[in-house]
């Protein structure tokens, strides 16, 4: 049985950074591509940032590009994102997902098998 357990989220201050992490376990974490989305109050969830299983490809949403960095240690099984500039719209839940394949596919959920429970980041203004 996969599983996804996040951690690092908190409250920050806008313009802070945090570091979000997701330990995998449960199969081949190195061969799937891994995901970060997030879920506001009200809003969908949405998608945030992908990697391939090597890490030699990263997808972003628009909305984070240049503040967040997906990256993987396959030694580790664990996917970080890390996130700087952070602003008040960037308030949700976040959730890691484990992907059905190697290759980044989309930024639908379903191209994701697996989810973790996520971590709740709150950013004040």
């Known amino acids: 049985q996969v599983q996804l357990v996040e951690s690092g989220g908190g409250l920050v201050q806008a313009g802070g950074s945090l570091r979000l992490s997701c330990a995998a376990s449960?199969?081949?974490?190195?061969?799937?591509?891994m995901g970060w989305f997030r879920q506001a109050p009200g809003k969908e969830r949405e998608f945030v940032a992908a990697?391939?299983?090597?890490?030699?490809?990263?997808r972003y949403a628009d909305s984070v590009k240049g503040r967040f960095t997906i990256s993987r240690d396959n030694a580790k099984n664990t996917v970080y994102l890390q996130m700087n500039s952070l602003k008040p719209e960037d308030t949700a839940l976040y959730y890691c997902?484990?992907?059905?394949?190697?290759?980044?596919?989309?930024?639908?959920?379903?191209?994701?098998?697996?989810w973790g429970q996520g971590t709740q980041v709150t950013v004040s203004s």
């Open positions: 997902a484990e992907g059905t394949s190697q290759y980044y596919r989309g930024r639908s959920g379903r191209n994701y098998d697996y």
């Open positions: 449960g199969r081949t974490f190195s061969i799937y591509v």
């Open positions: 990697i391939n299983w090597s890490g030699q490809d990263t």
